[in-house]
């Protein structure tokens, strides 16, 4: 079956995923965040995308961001994609793939989903049982988001500054955020929408992205084998790492 076009809207929030070949490690030491970190704000920079949530798993990586416009996604994720393949393959003397052919991307229905997608991507550590806070994990968005440190990757969305009068209060309200556990029907629409390359909202939400795009847009439903199921959902190692 061939594969359904992506959709990229000017400003509308969308949640991209790059993995690792195979699902095999793409960071390897702490210069290696670094690096992606630098290029990743220069390809920001450069393509006018502001980037809201990130979190750099050591097999993938997540972001949140919304373009200016539709091919702005595109260009960011080849161009640092291949500027860090290159700086991986000199300083480890390797050859061959290190992502996935083809990111996954899905568009987001922002009043609904944007703050929950946040969660999402900045607790994926605590998922992989790596931290038990977000907090305690360096490679995230979440010690900006929740905690106020300094960040200049991250560009809030205003639905995130809408959380508080000032600054203070935003972090106390998104921290609160995330005392209930996320629960696991919401960590799987979104997974599926990210797998089927769909957008993430209500009916009337998929109904003006089908008439602004012209392609009719519905997630399908699938069959989960259940030990793929229990290795997303358990324990897990650092070479099967979420989503």
């Known amino acids: 079956m061939p594969r359904r076009p992506r959709i990229h809207l000017p400003g509308f929030p969308l949640h991209v995923v790059q993995r690792g070949y195979k699902r095999d490690a793409c960071f390897f030491a702490e210069e290696d ?3 992606y970190r630098e290029w990743l704000g220069e390809a920001c920079q450069a393509t006018a995308c502001a980037l809201h949530a990130y979190v750099q798993m050591t097999n993938h990586v997540h972001g949140l961001l919304s373009p200016p416009e539709s091919e702005a996604v ?3 994720m080849i161009s640092l994609g291949r500027r860090y393949v290159q700086y991986i393959n000199k300083s480890y003397r390797r050859t061959g793939a ?3 052919s083809r990111y996954k991307s899905s568009l987001l229905q922002a009043d609904c989903y944007l703050l929950l997608c946040q969660r999402y ?3 994926n ?3 992989a049982a790596m931290v038990d806070d977000p907090a305690h994990y360096r490679w995230s968005s979440y010690r900006t988001n929740g905690l106020g440190q300094r960040d200049s990757l991250l560009t809030p969305h205003a639905l995130y500054s809408s959380l508080g009068a000032n600054e203070s209060d935003r972090l106390v309200n998104y921290r609160s955020l995330f005392r209930p556990v996320l629960d696991s029907e919401a960590i799987s629409d979104i997974r599926m929408a990210l797998d089927q390359g769909q957008p993430l909202g209500d009916a009337r939400f998929i109904d003006s992205i089908e008439r602004a795009t012209g392609q009719r847009r519905e997630i399908r439903p699938r069959g989960r084998p259940r030990k793929a199921m229990l290795e997303e959902t358990g324990p897990q190692d650092q070479k099967s790492l979420d989503m």
Request: proline share 13%.
């Open 121 to 123: 991507i900045e607790l």
């Open 74 to 76: 595109p260009r960011l």
């Open 33 to 35: 965040y670094l690096a």
């Open 125 to 127: 550590p605590v998922r």
């Open 98 to 100: 290190l992502w996935d």
